[in-house]
C-alpha cells in the first residue's frame, strides 16, 4: 500500500480533528464499560442473601410462590424465571426491559429475599453513564456523535499509522524508548491502538445499531426487510388460546410443560395477559442458536407456535451477536478479551492526549495543514458523503465545522 503524501496529511488532519472530538468522551466510555463487565461478580456478591437460599426440604408450588411475589409486588407479575440449582431463589418479574422489577422468592419457604429494580443500583448508573453520559436523551445523541467520529478515528489512523517506506514486522511492535517522551507516548498510542482497532470495530458494530439516529435507521430497514424478530418473540399479544375448559392450566402445569422442552440456559414462564392469552416459553442461553420461544394454548397446553432461532432474521440476529460482543457475554474468553481491549483504550487514549498536548503548540490547535492545492480524490470524497449519510449525526457534525471554517475564512479575508 503506497501512501500519498498529501492525502495522508490530510487524513492526520482528520484524525486529530477526530480525536480532539472523542478521546474525552472516549476515555469515560472505556472506563465506565470496564466496570460494567465486573457487573456479573459485583451483583452475584452483593445480592447473594437475594439470589441464594439454604436448601430446606421439597420446594413449594409455583402457585404459592406466585402469590408471595405478588403480595411484594406493586404491579402485576408477569413472568417467572425458573432456578437453575438447589440453592437459588426463584425470580419472579413485573413490567418490561428498563422498567422492570424482579421479586426473589425462597422457593423452601415462600418468604420474599428482596426486590430488585432494572433502574437504580449502581451498575444501571454505570450503564447510564456509559450510554447517556447522566444527560438523558441529549446524552444519547453525545454519545452516537462521539462513537461515529471514533469511526473516523480508527479509519484515519490506520492510514496514518501505515508505514510510507516500507514495514517489517518489528514496527508493529515497537515502542521506542529512547527517543524522548513525545516519541515514547506517540508510539504507546499508535502501536496499541493499531492492535485494538479490529476489536473496536467490533465493539462499534456491538453499540450502533442500539442508537438514536442510526439505530432508528438501522431499524427501520431492518423492518422494511423484514429481517428482525418474528411477530411473536418478545410479545405474544395477538395469539389466543382456545377456552375448552373451565380452567387454565396452573403455573406449576406449566412449569412442568416447559421442564419437558429441554431447553439450554435460564428459562422464564410469561403468564397469559388475560383469559384469552397464552402461555410462553423463552430461554436465555450462552449461544443465541440455542435460544427459542415457544407458545402454548392456556387450557390445553398444546403447542401453538414455535420459533428457533433460525426464525430470527439476519439484521436481528447480527444485532444481538455483536452486542454480546461489546458486552462479554460470550463466557470467559470473551469477557478477558475484552478487559484487555477496555485497559489498553485507556492506556492509548491517556498515551495519545499526551503525546499531543506535548507537540501542541501555544495559543494554536497544532492541527496539520494540507497544502492549499490539494484536492480530495472522489474516493476519499464519496467515502465521506457515504459515511456522513449512514451516520447522520456525523454528517451533520461535518456540515456545521465546514460553515465554522467559512466563516472564519470570509471573516480572514475582510480583516
Known amino acids: 500500500m503506497k501512501k500519498q503524501t498529501f492525502l495522508n496529511q490530510w487524513l492526520w488532519k482528520w484524525h486529530i480533528i477526530a480525536g480532539l472530538i472523542t478521546l474525552p468522551f472516549m476515555l469515560i466510555l472505556a472506563i465506565t464499560g470496564t466496570i460494567y463487565l465486573f457487573?456479573?461478580?459485583?451483583?452475584?456478591?452483593?445480592?447473594?442473601?437475594?439470589?441464594?437460599?439454604?436448601?430446606?426440604?421439597?420446594?413449594?408450588?409455583?402457585?404459592?410462590?406466585?402469590?408471595?411475589?405478588?403480595?411484594?409486588?406493586?404491579?402485576p407479575v408477569n413472568s417467572v424465571t425458573l432456578p437453575r440449582g438447589a440453592d437459588?431463589?426463584?425470580?419472579?418479574?413485573?413490567?418490561?426491559?428498563?422498567?422492570?422489577?424482579?421479586?426473589?422468592?425462597?422457593?423452601?419457604?415462600?418468604?420474599?429475599?428482596?426486590?430488585?429494580?432494572?433502574?437504580?443500583?449502581?451498575?444501571?448508573?454505570?450503564?447510564?453513564?456509559?450510554?447517556e453520559l447522566f444527560l438523558s436523551k441529549p446524552g444519547t445523541y453525545v454519545v452516537e456523535l462521539v462513537a461515529s467520529w471514533f469511526l473516523v478515528l480508527i479509519l484515519t489512523g490506520l492510514y496514518v499509522w501505515w508505514p510510507a517506506r516500507g514495514w517489517s514486522l518489528r514496527g508493529f511492535f515497537t515502542i521506542r524508548l529512547k527517543q524522548g517522551k513525545r516519541i515514547f507516548f506517540r508510539d504507546l498510542h499508535s502501536v496499541t491502538a493499531f492492535w485494538l482497532s479490529t476489536f473496536l470495530l467490533i465493539i462499534l458494530a456491538g453499540g450502533l445499531p442500539w442508537t438514536?439516529?442510526?439505530?432508528?435507521?438501522?431499524?427501520?430497514?431492518?423492518?422494511?426487510?423484514?429481517?428482525?424478530f418474528p411477530q411473536y418473540w418478545v410479545q405474544s399479544n395477538g395469539l389466543q388460546s382456545i377456552n375448552t375448559?373451565?380452567?387454565?392450566?396452573?403455573?406449576?402445569?406449566?412449569?412442568?410443560?416447559?421442564?419437558q422442552q429441554n431447553l439450554k440456559g435460564d428459562i422464564t414462564v410469561r403468564f397469559p395477559a388475560n383469559e384469552n392469552g397464552v402461555f410462553s416459553v423463552a430461554n436465555k442461553s450462552l449461544y443465541l442458536h440455542d435460544q427459542s420461544v415457544r407458545h402454548f394454548d392456556l387450557y390445553s397446553g398444546s403447542k401453538i407456535l414455535d420459533y428457533a432461532w433460525k426464525d430470527v432474521g439476519p439484521m436481528m440476529a447480527g444485532r444481538l451477536f455483536f452486542m454480546r460482543l461489546h458486552e462479554g457475554?460470550?463466557?470467559?474468553?470473551?469477557?478477558?478479551?475484552?478487559?484487555?481491549?477496555?485497559?489498553?483504550?485507556?492506556?492509548?487514549?491517556?498515551?495519545?492526549?499526551?503525546?499531543?498536548?506535548?507537540?501542541?503548540?501555544?495559543?494554536?490547535?497544532?492541527?496539520?495543514k494540507p497544502p492549499e492545492h490539494f484536492k480530495v480524490g472522489w474516493v476519499a470524497g464519496g467515502a465521506i458523503v457515504i459515511l456522513g449519510a449512514i451516520l447522520p449525526l456525523?454528517?451533520?457534525?461535518?456540515?456545521?465545522?465546514?460553515?465554522?471554517?467559512?466563516?472564519?475564512?470570509?471573516?480572514?479575508?475582510?480583516a
Request: charged share 15%; proline share 3%; hydrophobic share 45%.
Open 394 to 414: 456525523f454528517g451533520a457534525s461535518l456540515i456545521l465545522l465546514f460553515c465554522i471554517t467559512m466563516m472564519g475564512k470570509m471573516r480572514a479575508s475582510k
Open 329 to 368: 457475554q460470550y463466557g470467559l474468553w470473551n469477557w478477558i478479551i475484552l478487559l484487555c481491549v477496555a485497559l489498553s483504550l485507556i492506556v492509548s487514549i491517556i498515551a495519545a492526549l499526551t503525546s499531543y498536548i506535548m507537540r501542541k503548540q501555544k495559543g494554536s490547535w497544532s492541527i496539520p
Open 88 to 131: 437459588d431463589a426463584t425470580m419472579f418479574q413485573s413490567g418490561m426491559w428498563a422498567g422492570a422489577s424482579m421479586v426473589y422468592v425462597n422457593p423452601y419457604t415462600g418468604d420474599v429475599t428482596g426486590t430488585l429494580r432494572n433502574e437504580g443500583t449502581f451498575m444501571s448508573g454505570v450503564r447510564e453513564m456509559h450510554g
Open 245 to 259: 375448559r373451565e380452567d387454565g392450566l396452573s403455573i406449576d402445569d406449566m412449569v412442568q410443560v416447559a421442564r
Open 212 to 228: 438514536d439516529v442510526f439505530g432508528k435507521q438501522f431499524q427501520r430497514l431492518q423492518n422494511a426487510t423484514g429481517t428482525g
Open 39 to 75: 457487573k456479573p461478580m459485583y451483583e452475584a456478591s452483593i445480592y447473594e442473601d437475594i439470589y441464594k437460599v439454604k436448601p430446606d426440604g421439597e420446594p413449594l408450588s409455583y402457585e404459592a410462590q406466585f402469590a408471595a411475589a405478588q403480595a411484594a409486588s406493586s404491579a
